[in-house]
Structure formats: C-alpha cells, structure tokens
C-alpha cells in the first residue's frame, strides 16, 4: 500500500498496523470476553459480533480468525471448525473499508487462510467486509438493473452500520488531523449526545459538566475521535460491549478533549489504557533519554484503549 495513491493514503490516513499492535488488542479482547462476558470460547463464541470500522487490509481479523480457531483446536474442538468458520467466522465478523485497494486484499488475505484451514468456499459464502464509508451512513434507493449489487452491499453495509448489535469493536482507524467527514448523523452524534439504554442523557463531546466547552475545538473534528465516537454509540446502543483501539493519543491529556473523556467515562465501567507516546511533535523522550520512536511512521503519539461496558 506504500506505493499506492501516497497523497490519498495519507488524507485517508491508511497505514498498516504493526502485528504485535493487533496481536495485543485481539489478545486482550479474547480474555475479556472469557472473563466478563461469560463468553468460554471467546472471540470463537457464536454470540459474537465484531466490527473493525476501518479494516484496511485486514489484519485483524485475519489474527481473530487464528485466535478463534485456535481456541477450538486447544479445547479439543476440531470437529465442529467447518461449521464454526460457516456460521461464525463468515457471519459475524464485519468490517468497513472506503478504499477499493484495502478492500481487494482484505477480502483476498481472509479467504486464503479460511482455506489454508481446508474450508471449501460455497457459492453464498462471503467475508462480511463491505465497500462503505463508516461516517456517512446513507440510503441508496436507485433500482437501475446494473447497479443492483453496489446497491445491494450498500444497503447491508448501511443496516450493519445503523441496526446490527454489535459486542465488539476494535480496529486501528484512520489519522488524519481534520476529518473530510462532516456529515449530519456524525456531527449531531459527536455534539447533540443521545440517550443510553437506561434513560440517562449523553451530552456529546462538547460539553462538560452539561455546560459547552467554550473553545476552538478544531482538534474534536479528527476521525480518530470521530470512529472512538462511532464504537462508543454502537457499544452504548448494545447495552453492553468493548472497543479496542489504537489511536492518536492526544484525547488522554488535552484540554479540548474533556467532554470526550468525560462522556467515555459514563459510557464505560472499565477503561485500560496503553499509551505507546512516540509523539515528534512534543519531542517525547524514552526514560532512559534515547528517542522514542513511534510504532507507525507518523509524527503522532498513539496509545491503545481499551473500553469495557458491562451489564452489570
Ligand atoms: C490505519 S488503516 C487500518 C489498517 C489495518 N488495521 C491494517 O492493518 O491493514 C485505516 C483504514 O481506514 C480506512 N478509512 C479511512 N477513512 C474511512 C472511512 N470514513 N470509512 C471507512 N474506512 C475508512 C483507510 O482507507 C485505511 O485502510
């Protein structure tokens, strides 16, 4: 992908995320499942559901999909993989991606090693990844004959964004310091708030304490925030759920992002951080003096965070 569109690939903020990055996430929401969502099997549990917002070329579900099976193979559960990677793997598993190129190696990367596992492709099989952009849910309502399938993938791209209860949330979604992604629904959902399960009101990321934030909150308008919001409302309309992300790190400690920190604290019960730093812009320094070097090739501190809402 480093040859690919540069310009594009950087507006997009497409960069591949480093193995052990996903390694960790997958790992980390596996056990978190195991240990507070009574799921035994984990990420391999037919309840399931798991969206990647911005899945690139995806890598995570390629690491998902080797954890899950391998959970399998260590229980003693060989027996059951075909049907497991048919009603699980190729259900419930989504991912969106707005680039035609990611999208390709996506589809192509997962079916390879479906198959690598000895799983024969039906003609109705397919790897729930969709053409779509995560921030802009619209409605197609052309019926022109050839248009029929991009219209299709659309419409279930939109319903899965809007309608389908989703558990889990993880990903590494797009840098890109202002967001060409303005749409309505994304914008009254970062600053109008919505309501939770239990009746109480979410008051978005502009304001604190009910009152608005009172400053130029240009840096609010990042995708990052916008996704982080995104898997926030899907969790929150769930009920219940986790979102494991690597992210640009500035939300942690600056000022303009403390209705955003202030809203996610609500949200969630339980919130691991792992900041990661390597930010060139602060000049951040390793402890022992030597430059800290950032895990992707960008100038931005990044961190992972994990987010916990339990029923209970
Ligand atoms: C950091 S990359 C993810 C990399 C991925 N985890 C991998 O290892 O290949 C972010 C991805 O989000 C995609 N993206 C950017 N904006 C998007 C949007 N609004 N909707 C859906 N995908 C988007 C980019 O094209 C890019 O592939």
Redesign the pocket.
Same mark, same amino acid.
């Given at each position: 992908m480093n040859y690919y569109e540069p310009e594009k690939r950087k507006h997009? @903020? *497409? #960069? #591949?995320?480093p193995r052990p990055v *996903?390694n960790f996430i997958v790992n980390s929401v596996h056990s978190i499942l195991k240990q507070y969502f009574d799921k035994p099997l984990g990420l391999a549990d037919d309840s399931v559901n798991v969206l990647d !917002?911005?899945?690139? +070329? @995806?890598? &995570?579900f390629w690491i998902s999909f080797l954890v899950a099976l391998g959970e399998l193979k260590n229980q003693g559960l060989q027996g059951i993989i075909f049907d497991k990677i048919r009603d699980h793997l190729l259900k419930h598993f989504y991912g &969106?991606?707005?680039?035609i190129t990611?999208y390709v190696i996506s589809h192509l990367k997962l079916i390879d090693l479906l198959q690598r596992w000895h799983y024969i492709f039906r003609n109705d099989d397919r790897i729930q990844v969709y053409l +779509? $952009? +995560?921030?802009e849910p619209s409605e197609v309502h052309t019926l022109l004959p050839f248009l029929r399938e991009i219209t299709e993938e659309s419409r279930i791209a939109n319903q899965i964004k809007l309608r389908k209860p989703i558990l889990v949330v993880m @990903? $590494? !979604? !797009? #840098?890109a310091g202002l967001s060409a $992604?303005k749409g309505k629904w994304i914008d009254d959902l970062l600053k109008k708030g919505y309501t939770h399960a239990d009746g109480t009101k979410d008051d978005g990321y502009y304001k604190v304490d009910g009152k608005p934030l009172g400053e130029r909150k240009l840096w609010l308008q990042d995708?990052y925030v916008k996704f982080i919001r995104y898997a926030q409302w899907k969790i929150d309309k769930n009920g219940e759920g986790i979102v494991g992300f690597i992210t640009n790190h500035s939300y942690l400690d600056n000022p303009t992002f403390r209705g955003m920190r202030e809203s996610l604290l609500q949200s969630f019960d339980r919130i691991y951080i792992l900041n990661l730093h390597g930010n060139a812009l602060k000049k951040e320094k390793c402890p022992d003096g030597s430059k800290d070097e950032n895990v992707f090739d960008i100038k931005q501190g990044v961190a992972i965070g994990i987010f916990i809402k339990s029923k209970k």
């Open positions: 997009l @903020g *497409v #960069y #591949y995320t *996903v !917002p911005a899945i690139g +070329t @995806g890598t &995570f &969106f991606e707005i680039l990611p +779509t $952009n +995560t921030l @990903g $590494n !979604p !797009p #840098y $992604n995708d």
